[in-house]
């Protein structure tokens, strides 16, 4: 069984930094394709971006250049820096596993979350 932990979450004050960890363990033939949602009280689950097995990207356009997905090579490691919080960036980030990647994935597994609070 494929379990996913994030980590990292907490209350940072608007214009600070924040670097959210995801672990996946469990045994999987399939090559998944790793990335993060993010969910708002009230609105749908939002796809925040997402990492291939070659390292290849994508981002939501409201993220980018504030927003950097990595993982460790070989592993299923994954983080999620975010520079310069903003409000909006709020809500609960959950990390996922699925194929492909992109908006048209179809992801599988999923984390409990991880909350992030952003102050004034």
């Known amino acids: 069984q494929v379990q996913l932990v994030e980590s990292g979450g907490g209350s940072v004050q608007a214009g600070g930094s924040l670097k959210l960890s995801c672990v996946a363990s469990g045994y999987t033939h399939i090559t998944y394709c790793m990335g993060w949602f993010r969910q708002i009280p009230g609105e749908e689950r939002e796809l925040i971006a997402t990492i291939g097995d070659d390292g290849s990207t994508t981002y939501a356009d409201s993220v980018k250049d504030r927003f950097t997905i990595s993982r460790d090579a070989g592993a299923r490691n994954m983080y999620l820096e975010i520079d310069n919080l903003k409000s909006g960036y709020a809500g609960v980030y959950s990390c996922?596993?699925?194929?492909?990647?992109?908006?048209?994935?179809?992801?599988?597994?999923w984390g409990q979350g991880t909350q992030v609070t952003v102050s004034s």
């Open positions: 996922t596993e699925g194929i492909p990647c992109g908006r048209d994935g179809l992801y599988t597994y």
